[in-house]
């Protein structure tokens, strides 16, 4: 077997993982961040009350995080967005890299060529469902 031929076979398996974990990604974006903060419960802040907001969030130290720098707060939803939005840009560039690593090895004429194809169609459904809100935020005219 030619090295040409078996960086082409490498490159489209590098593919199909790249975008094996892309989906990976996504879905702690998509599916386990939503499920996690359905189960937080209701801001204990949020109704109306006799007394200041900022007393009220003194008052709940389990759910307020105060920050004792800036003096800001922080909520479980808000820690949580910050913990996970790494993972965001991620699954963006492994989707990006689905995508080139398949094309190398399509234009190497890989023996795996389903493979190329499969890892090809994966990382660009990936990256078009990641990015489709964006563009239909802008393309509706944004804020």
Known sequence: MKPA???ANVAA????VFAIVALLAASLVYVVQPILLSMQGPDPCSSPSFFDVKDCMDSHPDYYHRDPIHGSYSTPASRL???LGPAWYWALFLAIGAILSSWL???EQ???RRTAIS???AGSLILAVMLLPYLAFLLGGGD
Not at 13 to 16: D, R
């Open 81 to 83: 967005s910050a913990a």
């Open 105 to 107: 090895a399509l234009s």
């Open 5 to 7: 031929v078996r960086v």
């Open 110 to 112: 890989t023996r795996l």
């Open 119 to 121: 890892a090809a169609i």
């Open 13 to 16: 398996v590098s593919g199909l």
